[in-house]
């Protein structure tokens, strides 16, 4: 996999980011790329990071006694991988790892949350874009919860 | 009295003519796919989107969209069937031989021929898969008349998928896009877990020559038509399939009534333009 | 009623009118039984004025009048011996034409299919008022048209004779002439009587609309109206259209419905509101069915059966676990948006032909009238909060 790295207004969750926000992100920016069935972090670790997805795809997991490692989420091109970097207490909820061979733009968040303490503003701009990230992804994970494809037999 | 009596009242329609199984496969643990051709006349030919009347004489009858394509049009039937009530039980486990009654071609077709030339998306939730059946059919046996073809289908675990073969031989064609996804992975799984919006949402479609053809539970086609609207596809260009409880399947029951709209005689396919504003009435 | 584009029902004129007495009426039903026709019309029973089978004119309900109001309907006797001087009865016509019980087909052991024999005699009604014969005509919109017609209904309704009577005493529930079917009875009766009766006598103002409807009057003996006559009829039926019970509000009901589909109103309806079903039972053009199928015990020969179904049924709208419509007040917005604003997307007209029967049969009293008036002030007061 070689070529430039996307540009981020390319990611939709950027899309409708302003320039000079824009700007101030890409400074924190570089692509990773992960080979197949490589673990990018774990449940518990301080979580630094958030990847915003080119190509392939990444798995949210958790350990499950008795279930072994349990696969909740798939992400792939366009989704945001990792928010727990933005509250406390900054340890990760869950595992991620590769599925397939990923490319990834890796957002440096150390410099991100300084940045957004520096300028309030930018911080809030980011924090609303990311919502809307995290507000989808939770439509979607309650779309799942209503167990449409169940037989009527599922729901009582 | 009057001796010459105009009006021709058509044969019976609410009377089936007897189809027989000739072949039953199992899809999954709740679904058949049943094969039927006529004992006596054939029903006219069945488009994509329209449904028959199944009887199970002395149990009921239900309204079935076809799941066959083309190659199923001298007189044959092929319908998938979940068993989810007595009906499409008994259905369900009709064994090869029995002899059934059906009534069609009823409702409204998925037009198929509208979409020609252009980008054809099929968004299947669990069964829904069924009926878009006929449509991946028509569009690979005309491949060359339309641009890009992609199909999303999601269903509830990898086991519970219809079509596995073709699905597979599908996904392996250079020719068409295919992203399944489970709501709840298996062991063994590496594909997609997620609502069938995610993968949709990923697509990259162009707003200008996109025809959608969504089938599955309801919130599941209103989540779906909502993607597809984010991403700039004209509510006009989104087809759904709606289902009500049908009696008569022409119209003269009143059960199937949606607001102004009778699924059997104004669907089952709708536009998403018609379908959008009474979808979001709650209880109607 | 003839079917469509076969006879054209002109609008009479005072030329053709004629008059004849009481004994002309039962000249009348002697004349179509004779001629093969099983003689429908209303009758005293059960402390109501029922439809049934006449043997003769001397079964109508002569001297007896009717009061009704929301969730009331009593006879009274009257001090004259008028035989249309009430108000519309619990059945209507409809049971005739689309039977409130019918086999569909059976089924043998052999897997044939056996349409069940088609039994519909050639009717005459006797007695069909202006909102009762714009009922018919809307049930035929609803059944007699489109890609499957019901083949049932269409031949019940081919050979009927429809001798229609414009009204002259309204009910306490009628609201007709709101909903513009009447008193005067519209097109598409076969003969129309205009009753009269006082210190001239009781006599009778009748016209032909129909070829059919001429031959039979030709039988009785009658002679032409004069113009104080035709005229004396024509001011009582007038004058019946400012007495109306109640009136539906001159708002343009289907696009208010469109817009108060999430109305507070269909709650507080609901808290009254039985879901007990009279209300469709009784109106002249709900015409819901549902099929049963039934089988011997064997097994090996099955039938299908409709009857009547009603959107209040906690089943109507039944699929695959639940019912989409469970709240009484979602089945109430149903039948109420369906009779009076969805039926015009459906079929081209109201489904409403202001019978009142709907509120006499209520048991809890709803008044269709008075909960379209409310739900347009609701209406009104929304859109004075907006400017």
Redesign the interface.
Known sequence: MTGAARPLAAFPVFAQLPEAELELISGTARTVRFAARQRLFSEGQPARGCWLIEDGRVALDMAVPGRGQVVLQTLGPGDVLGWSWLVPPYRWHYGATSVLPTTATELDTEQLRALAEQDPRFGYTLVLTLFEAVLQRLQATRARLLDLYGSPDDQR | ??S????T??A???????YRVTSRTAETR?SVTLHLEP??QPLPPFQPGQFAML?V?????VAISVSGGPEYQDGALVHTI????KV?RALCDAPVGT?L?ARGPFGTTWDLPSAAGRDVVVVA???GLAPLRPVMLGVLAGRGGYRRVLLVA???TPA?FLFHRELDAWSARADTEVEL?V???AAG???????V???L??LPLDPERTTAFVC??E??MR?SAQVLLRKGIPAEDIRLSL???M??G??????C?L????VC?DGPVVGYTLAEPLLT???? | MHSAGLATVTAPDAAGAVTFGREGLDRLVEVLIADGYQVIGPTVRDSAIVLDRLDSAAGLPAGWGVDTGPGYYRLRQREDAAVFANSAGPQSWKQFLHPPRRQLWSAGADGEFRPAEPVSPRYAFLGVRGCDLAAIGILGRVLGRGAHPDGSFTRARQGLFVVAVNCTEPGGVCFCASMGTGPAAGPGYDLALTEQIGASGHWFVAEAGSEEGARILAEIPCRPASAEEAGSARADVDAAALRMGREMPAVDLRALIQDSMDSPHWEEVAGRCLTCANCTMVCPTCFCTTTEDVSDLTGEHAGRWQRWASCFEPDFSYMHGGSVRQSGASRYRQWFSHKLGTWHDQFGSSGCVGCGRCIAWCPVGIDITAEAARLAELAQQAQEEHE
């Open positions: 009295m009057t010459a009596d105009t009006v009242v058509a019976e329609p609410m009377l089936p003519v007897p709740d004992a006596g009887a004489p002395a149990i009921g009858e979940r068993a989810v009530g499409s002899v009654g939730g669990g069964v999601g269903a509830r519970e996804t709501d709840r992975p799984w590496d594909g997609p877990v997620g609502f919006t995610e993968p949402a990923r599955g539970p919130p599941m989540f289902e009500r409880n009696q008569c022409i119209g003269l029951c009143g059960h009534q607001g102004p709209i009778l005689r009435i709650r209880e109607l």
